[in-house]
């Protein structure tokens, strides 16, 4: 999270943090639950009918196409850095699918008797420059005067239907890998409070910013069984949907989890985002193993443009680390996959 250059901070018109605002995971459920029965489209390969990351749909010619929106509230108060991260984070769900994006389009909201038009301007200027480390173009989009500022895009991208990787096709004996560390939401609630000391700037906007990329090269991998992205319902609630989606029990390894050091240090001060509580509470008695605080916390702890989470083959852990590390990534073995025994979908050691 960079010092803010603009002399307004943009959180303090936020009311929730970057993926901190999204809707609790049960309630989200109660969302979407209604009466009414999906379209039958064959060629739908991939809805939100496996909370996915992203739809996915068949052309018929060995190739689909991947349709995905993600925005949220500022996160940081530097404007062209809040675009850098929402663009990094909507961009992430394509390659979470182990595709590659060909277009996005704007989502902007601006409380324009409120905050300077020339600060969308820089938001969007970060969200196009994203695009461009991406290999795409911001050609277009919507805007709104909104009560709070809120940025995001709609992203198309393609993959050959052979190598999507969706969330529930993980395998009994799989290997867990994550590629970036948890604590954003614990930085990012310090940041809001104005606790976040100067020499912590920069530490969370270098994570958030970083393109899930690696995606693209993993679904080239056929022992890469099933890819998700970290965000808003923090690693438990993003586990339990591979979990549940694939019908098995994960262990967690904590001491292995990658977790930012500054967080812990903020965790203790009592940084803890509304966002965690929710989550917790969402899901707390799918998991066991997990009732200090600190580990509540960190697991549930909403993360804004996270890491990719990766349920592979133990034969093919290490071509997966190679892919990442070539790609500027890390890849942390936290854990592993096993038959559902009694319920208990998550244990954490």
Known sequence: MNEPTDPIRLTQYSHGAGCGCKIAPAVLEQVLRSELSAFPDPRLLVGYGSKDDAAVYDLGNGRAIISTTDFFSPIVDDAFDFGRIAATNALSDVYAMGGTPLLAVAILGWPVEKLPADLAARVLDGGRTVCHEAGIALAGGHSIDAPEPFFGLAVTGEVATERIKRNNTARDGDVLLLTKPIGLGILATAMKRGSLKPEHAGIGTAIMTRLNKVGTFLSAIDGVHAITDISGFGLAGHL??????????????????????????????????????????????????ASDMERMMLLSDPQTSGGLLIACAKSAVQEAQDACRAHGDACHEIGSLSTMIDGVVISVR
């Open 240 to 289: 339990l949907e591979v979990c549940e989606g694939s019908s098995l029990s994960a262990t967690i390894d904590f001491g292995q989890v990658p977790i930012i050091p500054e967080a812990r240090e903020y965790l203790a001060l009592g940084a803890y985002p509304d966002g965690s509580f929710r989550n917790w509470k969402s899901y707390a008695s799918k998991i066991q193993g």
